[in-house]
């Protein structure tokens, strides 16, 4: 399934986005690129990404690229599962950021979670990503402890 969406971002620029399954060897080392840089590197951890971890592979996990001007700018992994879609490995190229790409990423894997069946979106946030999410409608959700450094997010897919 492609998903894609044309908007008003910052201000007049229209964008073309498109979020997708990897469909070559070329977008999978762009996919893992942008996680180990953003989200283990960025963060101090250097030597601990693997690349071909099962969890991408298992049923129900969708590794997803964001794909602009046909260059692989963000990823994610939705993991649906009994009509919750968690948003897992979520990252926007680190020279993209503040662009309103991230906005457009979760909203088409909003829109993937409910062409699934999901009614709800979950996601363990890193700490400094929380306000972001809170910006796009999700809630903290304190009903169960979050992963370390994180904190858990919630929305409504109705």
Request: proline share 3%; aromatic share 6%.
């Amino acid at each position: 399934m492609v998903l894609t969406v044309s908007n008003n971002v910052s201000g007049n620029m229209i964008t073309e986005h498109e979020l997708r399954a990897p469909v070559n060897d070329e977008e999978w080392r762009a996919l893992h690129e942008i996680r180990r840089k953003v989200l283990f590197e960025n963060r101090g951890k250097f030597d601990t990404y693997i690349e071909n971890h099962p969890d991408d592979f298992k049923a129900g996990h969708h590794p997803l690229v964001l794909v602009y001007k046909d260059v692989v700018i963000g990823v994610v992994r939705v993991e649906v599962n009994e009509g919750v879609a968690w948003l897992r490995r979520v990252a926007i190229r680190e020279d993209l950021q503040r662009q309103g790409h991230g906005r457009i990423l979760l909203l088409l894997a909003e829109a993937f979670a409910k062409s699934q069946g999901c009614d709800e979106i979950r996601s363990n946030a890193a700490v400094e990503a929380v306000e972001f999410y809170e910006r796009c409608g999700y809630a903290r959700d304190v009903s169960e402890p979050a992963s370390a450094n994180s904190v858990r997010v919630r929305k409504s897919a109705l």
